[in-house]
């Protein structure tokens, strides 16, 4: 246990131990500047050993922009930098780059007064153990980058010096007609260059002379300034030179050719604005040059506006109009004295460009109320065409004169005279409109005030007269529509409450109307208004016949007496006599006589269908309620009843007694009402029941069994006396003797009653009735069936 | 004082009188139905076979219970429990029959009498059970068609069984399934009569019933018939007095020695029984009519067609009921129509009162057209018997076809003894056929297949098996000396055996059918080939006129339809003394 304590104690010592070892020099190390100084330890080089790694730290720098400049012999034995931190000789900071530019022996570490103390660090040792022989130097960075460079610039600056002398001659005689302006602005330019470059790196240089430099007689500053003087002077001539060949050249081109002029008239104009501190020669021999092309550019433009015939705005990329006007810039860059053709073609072009917009932008305007009147909603309100007139108003004072005298021969260009005469146009057009508009203003106003009446027909009035006013009929397209409509709803409003005679009228009146703006595109429409009306008049008036009635009906669908009084009812007239028709007098009648054929289909089939049904209905409910006094009405009903309905007639042939009730079908069961025949408050009635027995049969002579269920109350008696009044075939008695048998209902057979053997006319009607009395006032339900008889011994 | 004394004398005699009149020879009908028989026709009771004698069919309601029993109210005819009780029918028509196990048979009683005084009493009962409903309809069913039960049951139940009884003395008649059977129907069907089952197939007669009165026995020839002491019947005793014809009926009706008569002479209305306070007559329809049946064997069929024609039954008929003389016999039809004498003329053997005429299912020949004399013989021997009831009638008609205004004496009518009528030695018979019914079930038995004999119904059917496992008609049927036709069909070479065999094998169709189609057939070939033949001349039927003492109540007695008039008797009651 004490062994391994041990051990982790010497991990940790050997875990903090420096990684690398410092050479520290003797004598100290001194950050002065004093050109090389040797390392050393004492008297000898210090013995570095590849297994180790080491440092030295040198102090930082007394003022900024250092340089710590190593001069390592044998320099590739060892691996090394520089690093402004290293924490307990084991941590090193960042490497600081090396700018040597002689790497094999040199290490150029550039350092400043903020960092206390640099360390150098040998990474590695190549050899197994070697001297460190080592000059280190405090240099400067300015000092030491000048003393590298200074012969170089020298140099160059000699080798880029162009010669003065034709430049000196310009203006003096000199002619550039073979001048080779393109070599000579190459050399130039290249030159210019170069010098730039290297005044460029000397003004770097000087950006980290220290404060201490400056005035003193420092050989090396003495040589910096020397020759950043000269190299000035040579800049500066070049330039001059050089732009003015420029110039030059570019004139030189523009000859006879206005346009490629005006390609550099920017180019012109910067030259002469830089050429403050020009020799006057030169300024002098390119003012002239200049002034004699500048008047060649009125007549070509002039040759182009001669071409435009139209009143738009001259188009400024087409007419360079940007660059003529710069032109005057350029008068005032040379100094020279501007041109009167100049003046007076800009003038026109400026007056021409604002009378032109003027008049498209009134033109667009005035395009533009038309459109919103177009786009005005249909009948419009009150003041609409007050604004616009007052909008026209505006327009006519906005509207621009035309072009005058002062625009000289201008005048008689096409696009001036196009443009004056459009505004002259312009101004005629302006005038109508505001004459059409304001009597516009003042009709909306009048039909307005009968629109809210909604007099549509006084309105056409109006308007028909003002077919010069088409914008304004325009907004009255509907009116026909609303004219007929109106009237129509009106009709049909008088239909709606009935009142037939305004309706018709109104239908009449609808029916000629012409007072129509398009008479012709509203006649189909009318006619067809006309056609529906009429057609809602006879089925307005079929309806409230139909609803009268129907209501009748409801009313009387429960009258159980004097049913026949009920169809000589008033309310199966037509509700009015239509004396209207579209057409001819005989589709009058004919739509009057279906329209009585149909009050007679109502009469005759509909009401005592109706009244069939729900008296049915309310017998079948409650036969024992007034039961006879409903079915006798549904007969009565049934009388006048014509019409095809199977359903009515049966019920009505269900309750009358004098009716035949079919059985059609063998072994089956009919429920028949037995109905009283007589009408006695008090005292026995007479029933009746009369089937028609009627079975499809293959037998050559069909007989059957007459069964007949009774209810109690008819049949309870039968043991003493006889229930029936007399039962016959085809108006035969039957009688229960001789033959034949007629059983007698009793409680256990359930008072069934036999009608045994019944002799049927094969395929024929046969016609059993039974007629019985009854103390009783009602609908009394019995069933009826017959089937093949057995053969009987009684 | 002497005078004082004869003026008592007579009163004393008066009153002397007066008393032996009241307690000796007033006579006292009261709680008694009499009604008269001819003495030497006894009549003997089967309900399942018709009599010759028509009161022995009418007592068959009186002695009988069926399941059901028809009876009549003034609505109409009823059925009423007999030894049944109707408790429903099925889907699949079934019908459920309560029995009724308690009702005894009359042998449950001992009868004795002393002279006509009857004393009932009671001995070991004999119920009814289902073994004498299982043997009644053995016994039809194996009488066959000539019974009207037969078609009756056969109809509805073709197996002539039951099921059951269940423990409740319930039984199931599985009834045929074509048809919506009614109850009316149900009951009509199950109204045939119950005999025990102790009483033999073929007995002579049957006379222990369940029915309202029992056969007490005869005392100088009157048969009593007493009421059994659980039957509701009003009138205890029915007697059936003897008389040696019917020519007495009336008098003895007037005279009180009855107070009833089913029948009178000639159908007609006695004058002697006018009187309206005594007497009341109800009459229903024709169950008897008078035919000359034409004996095939001594007539050809030319001659049996000249014979006919020559018989103009309306002639007779006149002269039967006197028609237009002082001494007319005056009718009335069961509608009540008076002489309507023409209604009674018949034209086929299907008489006119008859469905079959009625309806026009046949069309009976009704023209006499001309004939031929010459193939006649010189005198047609027309035989009868008046012994065996309607001596009157009988007698009335040889001497109207004896009249020689009438055939001049082309015919002669005898009356002749039965044995003459056996032997077949005639040339025609006058024949009443009695019993007959005018509905579906009109009996051709009694005409073409009855022995020829008045003092018995004996009906010569004879039937076979075929291959087919059918029963048919067998030919021996018709045989010399069967039927008062002498229609044989044992000679092949006979120049009329297709004919015959025809008619025979229509006879039985026609009886032995149950569809009612196949009778309306049967019934028009028969009528048609009669036609042909020529077989008889069916003269007219005897109106029925019933009268009856007012002694009765006269609603109580309902004589309908073509039922047994005795069917109500249970109901009769007597009006009460004042």
Excluded at chain 1, 190 to 197: C, F, S, T, V
């Amino acid at each position: 246990m004490k062994y391994k304590a041990f051990f982790i104690l010497i991990a940790i010592f050997f875990t903090n131990c420096a990684v690398y070892k410092q050479l520290a020099p003797e004598p100290e190390l001194s950050s002065l500047e004093k050109g090389y100084l040797e390392l050393k330890d004492e008297d000898e080089h210090f013995e570095i050993e590849k297994e180790d790694k080491y440092f030295v730290a040198f102090p930082g720098p007394k003022e900024k922009h250092f340089y710590l400049v190593l001069n390592i012999k044998q320099k590739d034995s060892i691996s090394s930098f520089l690093t402004s931190s290293l924490i307990k000789k084991k941590t090193v900071g960042p490497q600081i780059n090396d700018e040597t530019h002689a790497p094999d022996s040199l290490s150029v570490y550039p350092i400043t007064d903020s960092v206390q103390t640099y360390y150098w660090i040998i990474n590695k040792v190549h050899p197994e153990e070697t001297d460190l022989k080592l000059n280190y130097r405090y240099v400067p960075q300015w000092r030491f980058k000048f003393e590298n460079k200074h012969t170089e610039f020298k140099s160059i600056l000699k080798q880029n010096t162009v010669d003065r002398n034709i430049y000196n001659q310009i203006g003096k005689g000199y002619s550039f007609e073979k001048f080779n302006f393109p070599t000579a602005i190459d050399t130039m330019t290249d030159h210019l260059g170069k010098q730039e470059k290297v005044y460029q790196a000397l003004l770097d240089i000087e950006s980290i002379f220290p404060s201490s430099i400056l005035n003193s007689k420092d050989v090396a500053y003495l040589d910096y300034l020397l020759l950043k003087k000269k190299l000035e002077d040579e800049i500066a001539f070049q330039k001059k030179y050089l732009a003015t060949v420029h110039f030059l050249d570019k004139i030189q081109k523009s000859k006879g050719n206005p346009g490629v002029f005006l390609n550099h008239v920017e180019h012109f104009i910067s030259y002469f604005s830089g050429t403050k501190g020009y020799p006057e020669h030169i300024l002098k021999e390119c003012r002239s040059i200049l002034e004699a092309q500048l008047t060649t550019i009125p007549p070509y433009y002039d040759g182009l506006l001669a071409g435009k015939n139209d009143i738009e705005p001259f188009d400024a990329e087409l007419y360079r109009l940007p660059v003529l006007k710069r032109i005057a810039q350029l008068y005032q860059a040379s100094e020279t004295k501007q041109s009167p053709d100049y003046d007076l073609q800009t003038s026109f072009l400026t007056d021409f460009d604002k009378k032109s917009l003027a008049v498209l932008s009134t033109q667009n305007t005035l395009n533009k109320i038309e459109s919103s009147i177009k786009a005005l909603p249909q009948m419009p309100k009150d003041g609409i065409f007050g604004k616009i007139v007052r909008e026209l108003a505006e327009l006519q004072a906005k509207l621009p004169n035309p072009l005058d005298a002062t625009n000289g021969k201008y005048l008689e260009f096409s696009c001036a005279k196009a443009l004056n005469k459009a505004i002259a146009d312009l101004k005629k057009s302006l005038t109508e409109h505001y004459q059409k508009k304001n009597e516009a203003d003042n009709i909306v106003r009048q039909v307005n005030a009968l629109q809210a009446e909604k007099d549509y027909r006084a309105m056409l009035g109006i308007l028909k007269d003002k077919k010069h006013l088409g914008f304004l009929l325009n907004k009255y397209k509907d009116l026909d529509l609303k004219s007929v409509s109106e009237q129509a709803k009106n009709i049909g409003e008088a239909l709606q409450k009935y009142v037939w005679y305004k309706a018709e009228s109104g239908l009449s009146q609808l029916h000629r109307d012409t007072n129509f703006l398009n008479p012709i595109k509203i006649k189909s429409l009318k006619d067809s208004v006309v056609y529906d009306l009429e057609d809602s008049l006879y089925i307005k008036v079929d309806n409230l016949t139909r609803y009268r009635v129907n209501q009748f009906c409801e009313n009387k669908a429960d009258t159980l007496v004097d049913i026949d009084s009920l169809y000589s009812d008033s309310v199966f007239l037509p509700a009015y006599d239509i004396k209207f028709s579209s057409g001819t007098k005989g589709q009058l009648i004919q739509r009057k006589e279906a329209l009585v054929a149909h009050l007679a289909k109502l009469k005759e089939n509909e009401f005592p269908a109706k009244a069939i049904t729900l008296l049915y209905k309310e017998f079948m409910r409650a036969p024992h309620k007034k039961g006879v006094l409903k079915a006798r009405a549904i007969v009565s009903h049934g009388k006048h009843y014509k019409g095809s309905d199977k359903k009515i007639k049966r019920r009505t042939w269900e309750c009358d007694p004098w009716a035949t009730k079919w059985i059609t079908e063998p072994a089956k069961y009919r429920r028949v009402y037995a109905i009283p025949i007589t009408t006695k408050k008090h005292g026995p009635n007479t029933y009746l029941v009369r089937t028609n027995i009627r079975i499809k049969s293959d037998a050559k002579f069909p007989v059957y069994d007459v069964n007949i269920k009774l209810p109690e109350e008819i049949a309870k008696n039968a043991t003493s006396e006889q229930w029936y009044e007399k039962i016959t075939l085809n108006k035969t008695p039957l009688k229960n003797e001789g033959r034949f048998t007629i059983t007698a209902p009793n409680a256990e057979n359930n008072y069934e009653c036999q009608l045994s053997p019944v002799r049927m006319k094969k395929d024929e009607s046969n016609y059993v009735d039974i007629y019985f009395k009854h103390n009783s006032f009602k609908p009394i339900p019995i069933s009826v069936m017959a089937q093949k008889p057995i053969i009987k011994k009684h | 004082m002497k005078k004082i004394l004869i003026i008592f004398g007579i009163i004393l005699a008066l009153v002397a009188a007066f008393l032996i009149w009241f307690f000796i020879f007033k006579k006292d009908l009261s709680g008694k139905v009499i009604i008269p028989y001819i003495s030497h026709q006894k009549p003997r009771i089967d309900p399942h076979l018709p009599s010759s004698v028509p009161l022995a069919d009418k007592l068959d309601e009186v002695m009988f219970d069926g399941l059901f029993n028809v009876s009549a109210n003034p609505s109409g005819i009823t059925y009423e429990n007999g030894l049944g009780e109707f408790i429903d029918i099925d889907k699949k028509n079934y019908v459920t029959i309560q029995l009724k196990p308690g009702k005894s048979w009359q042998s449950s009683y001992a009868v004795s009498m002393q002279e006509d005084m009857i004393t009932i009493t009671e001995k070991k009962k004999v119920l009814f059970t289902a073994r004498d409903l299982k043997f009644t309809l053995q016994r039809i069913q194996k009488i066959g068609s000539v019974s009207p039960d037969y078609v009756l049951i056969s109809q509805a139940i073709p197996d002539f069984s039951f099921y059951g009884p269940d423990e409740n003395d319930q039984v199931r008649f599985h009834f045929r399934g074509e048809r919506l059977w009614t109850e009316a129907d149900i009951k009509e069907v199950l109204s045939f009569k119950i005999i025990p089952a102790n009483a033999g197939m073929t007995a002579r007669e049957y006379t222990n019933g369940t029915g309202p009165y029992m056969h007490a026995g005869e005392f100088e020839n009157v048969m009593y018939f007493q009421k059994t002491p659980t039957s509701e019947a009003h009138i205890s005793n029915l007697l059936l007095k003897p008389f040696i014809d019917n020519s007495t009926y009336t008098t003895e009706l007037k005279n009180k020695n009855i107070n009833g008569i089913l029948s009178t002479p000639f159908g007609s209305e006695s004058p002697i029984l006018n009187d309206k306070e005594k007497y009341f007559h109800k009459s229903s329809i024709s169950t008897c009519f008078f035919a000359i049946f034409f004996n095939c064997n001594r007539l050809d069929l030319n001659q049996r067609q000249a014979l006919r024609m020559m018989i103009n039954n309306k002639r007779i008929m006149n002269r039967f009921f006197k028609i237009g003389t002082m001494q007319q016999r005056n009718i009335a039809n069961y509608k009540g129509e008076p002489n309507n004498f023409e209604d009674y003329l018949n034209y086929s053997m299907f008489p006119t009162s008859t469905y079959y005429v009625q309806e026009q299912v046949v069309n009976p020949l009704k023209a006499p057209g001309d004939y031929d004399k010459s193939v006649l013989p010189d005198t047609v021997r027309i035989y009868t018997c008046v012994n065996y009831g309607h001596r009157e009638e009988l007698s009335e008609l040889a001497n109207i076809i004896n009249d020689p205004n009438l055939f001049k004496g082309r015919i002669k009518a005898y009356s002749v003894s039965n044995k003459m009528i056996k032997r077949g030695n005639y040339d025609a018979v006058i024949v009443p056929i009695s019993g007959y019914r005018s509905n579906f079930l009109f009996d051709l038995y009694d005409i073409f297949l009855r022995e020829p004999n008045f003092a018995v119904k004996k009906i010569t059917l004879q039937t076979s098996t075929n291959s087919n496992g059918e029963q048919v008609v067998d030919p021996r049927s018709f045989s010399k000396g069967s039927n008062f036709f002498q229609l044989d069909l044992s000679e092949k070479g006979h120049q009329e055996y297709e004919n015959i065999s025809k008619l025979l094998d229509y006879v039985y169709g026609f009886m032995s059918t149950s569809e009612i189609g196949d009778k309306q057939q049967y019934a028009q070939f028969i009528d048609e080939l009669e036609q042909d033949m020529a077989l008889g001349s069916w003269l007219f039927s005897l109106p029925s006129m019933a009268y009856f003492s007012t002694q009765f109540e006269e609603k109580s007695i309902d004589l309908y339809g073509i039922a047994s008039q005795l069917s109500t008797i249970e109901n009769w009651k007597e009006k009460p003394k004042k």
